[in-house]
C-alpha cells in the first residue's frame, strides 16, 4: 500500500509542476480569440469548464504521469527528428553532385543567350547577370569554378532536377548558383 501511496505522491507533484509550468505561460492571442467567438456560456458549460474539465485532467495526471513523462519525451524526441529533417531538407551541393571543373571564361563563353530582337542584354546569363555578378563577388580566393547536377527532393516532396556552379576550395563546396531548377515528374503524376 505504500507504494501506491508513493506512486500517487509522485504524480501530484508532477501534475502540480505541470499546473504551475502552464500558468506561468502567458495565455495565447488565440485562446483570447476563441473566447470572443464562443459568446457567453451556460450554467452548465461553465461548470464543466471550470471544475469538471480540471478535475477529470488532475486525476489523470496523477494516476497516469508515467505516460504523460513518456508523451512529453517523446514530444521533444520528435522535435529534435523535425530540425534535423529541415537542416537535411535545406539543398547544398555534395562532392557527389560535381560535374567538371570549368573556368570563368568558359561559363561566360557558353551562357550568351542569341536574341536576334536585342531583347536580352548582350552579357554573360542575360538577364541574370545581376546574379552571375554577385557569384562571382562571393569567390573565396584561390577557388577553383566546378560544375554541378543533381536530384534534389524538397521538403514537400517534390523533385528538382539542379544544375549550376560552385567554387571548391580544399573541399569545401560553397557558394553555389543554380542555373538550371526543373521540377521532375513522376510517372504517376502524368
Not at 497516469?64 to 512529453?72: E, H, K, L, M, S
Not at 546569363?125 to 584561390?142: C, E, I, Q, V, Y
Not at 543554380?178 to 503524376?189: E, G, R, V
Request: glycine share 6%.
Amino acid at each position: 500500500m505504500i507504494w501506491l501511496w508513493l506512486y500517487l505522491c509522485l504524480g501530484l507533484v508532477f501534475g502540480l509542476g505541470v499546473y504551475v509550468q502552464n500558468a506561468r505561460r502567458p495565455k495565447s492571442d488565440m485562446s483570447q480569440l476563441l473566447a470572443s467567438m464562443r459568446g457567453s456560456q451556460s450554467r452548465t458549460d461553465q461548470i464543466l469548464e471550470k471544475v469538471v474539465a480540471p478535475a477529470l485532467g488532475s486525476i489523470l495526471v496523477v494516476t497516469a504521469w508515467p505516460a504523460v513523462i513518456w508523451f512529453i519525451f517523446k514530444e521533444r524526441r520528435n522535435e529534435k527528428h523535425e530540425a534535423k529533417r529541415r537542416i537535411d531538407a535545406v539543398f547544398r551541393v555534395r562532392p557527389e553532385d560535381l560535374f567538371g571543373q570549368t573556368t570563368i571564361a568558359e561559363v561566360e563563353a557558353s551562357s550568351f543567350v542569341k536574341d536576334p530582337l536585342n531583347a536580352v542584354p548582350d552579357l554573360p546569363f542575360g538577364h541574370l547577370n545581376a546574379a552571375w555578378t554577385d557569384f562571382m563577388s562571393k569567390r573565396p580566393a584561390d577557388a577553383v569554378l566546378w560544375s554541378f547536377a543533381c536530384d534534389w527532393t524538397s521538403e514537400w516532396g517534390t523533385k528538382f532536377s539542379r544544375k549550376g556552379y560552385v567554387w571548391v576550395l580544399e573541399g569545401a563546396l560553397s557558394p553555389w548558383m543554380l542555373t538550371q531548377d526543373d521540377a521532375i515528374k513522376d510517372d504517376h503524376d502524368q
